[in-house]
Nanobody, 120 residues
Framework: QVQLVESGGGLVQAGGSLRLSCAAS????????MAWFRQALGKERELVAA????????YYADSMKGRFTISRVNAKNTVFLQMNSLKPEDTAVYYC?????????????WGQGTQVTVSS
């Protein structure tokens, strides 16, 4: 069983930056693929970025490429999402998710989410 707790959300002006963190419980974190999703009000949840178990492979949704960076520190059971050049359309609840298979195809665990609000 893995518990995920997100932090780092908040209110920021357009063009600003935020760094989200996701702390995971358990001793098998280094085996999990990790991802960040987001869900805006009235919209479906979408995959933002993902990283495999070693950190050697990453994925970004097209609209996030060049602005967001996902990273992980396995020794600290933590995955990060650095978000730069934020836009009002980035406003959403951001969720951390874990894939026990080490990649990002099937997510077994989810955090509760952290709100990100970008003002224009």
């Amino acid at each position: 069983q893995v518990q995920l707790v997100e932090s780092g959300g908040g209110l920021v002006q357009a063009g600003g930056s935020l760094r989200l963190s996701c702390a995971a419980s358990g001793r098998t974190f280094s085996r999990y693929g990790m991802a960040w999703f987001r869900q805006a009000l009235g919209k479906e949840r979408e995959l933002v970025a993902a990283i495999n178990w070693s950190g050697g492979s990453t994925y970004y949704a097209d609209s996030m490429k060049g602005r967001f960076t996902i990273s992980r520190v396995n020794a600290k059971n933590t995955v990060f999402l650095q978000m730069n050049s934020l836009k009002p359309e980035d406003t959403a609840v951001y969720y951390c998710a874990a894939d026990s298979r080490g990649a990002w195809g099937n997510f077994d665990y989810w955090g509760q989410g952290t709100q990100v609000t970008v003002s224009s």
